[in-house]
């Protein structure tokens, strides 16, 4: 049994249908997809002004990080990476890939798991160009998640550029 706690919209996860697009049904409830969810990173990403300094030099001058140290300085706090993990579990979708380094969690369920997950209506659209699976308004999580994510992505299919 799921606990609804305070939900919050993820900023900007808005969305409204595509131009001259419109509903056609609900999208398959038992469909089943894979989305992404983008994590805050542990610590504050070096300013671009901080890292233009390397430009200045040559390459075999520079300092580099390894990947290890790369992922401690620019990765996920593994404890957010839980906090989403924990999240998935609690609305019965499955961690695929959970990844520090990329701040990401790959999640995988049915459409009916994701609606009731993230506070949306997965619906299919048809539009000049097609179909596509998408929704309106914003993805919504509870308000102790909310910080540690920066984006949900793959809820919606439509094409997003030509």
């Keep these: 049994m799921v606990v609804r706690q305070k939900q919050v919209a993820v900023p900007g996860s808005e969305r409204a249908p595509l131009p001259n697009a419109h509903a056609i049904g609900p999208?398959?409830?038992?469909?089943?997809?894979e989305v992404t969810?983008?994590?805050?990173?542990?610590?504050?990403?070096?300013?671009?002004?901080?890292?233009?300094?390397?430009a200045d030099s040559m390459p075999a001058q520079r300092t580099y990080l390894s990947r290890e140290q790369y992922e401690e300085s620019h990765g996920a706090d593994p404890?957010?990476?839980?906090?989403?993990?924990?999240?998935a579990k609690a609305h019965r979708l499955t961690v695929v890939d959970a990844n520090n380094a990329r701040r990401s969690v790959v999640l995988s369920g049915t459409v009916s798991a994701f609606n009731e997950a993230f506070g949306v209506v997965l619906e299919e659209y048809e539009y000049p160009g097609g179909t596509y699976r998408g929704r309106t308004g914003p993805v919504l999580l509870p308000a102790t998640l909310a910080p540690v994510v920066e984006g949900v992505f793959g809820l919606d299919d439509r094409p997003q550029f030509k």
């Design 37 to 54: 969810i983008r994590v805050r990173p542990r610590t504050d990403i070096v300013p671009l002004t901080a890292s233009m300094a390397m």
């Design 79 to 87: 404890k957010d990476i839980t906090k989403v993990k924990n999240f």
């Design 27 to 33: 999208a398959a409830p038992d469909e089943r997809l």
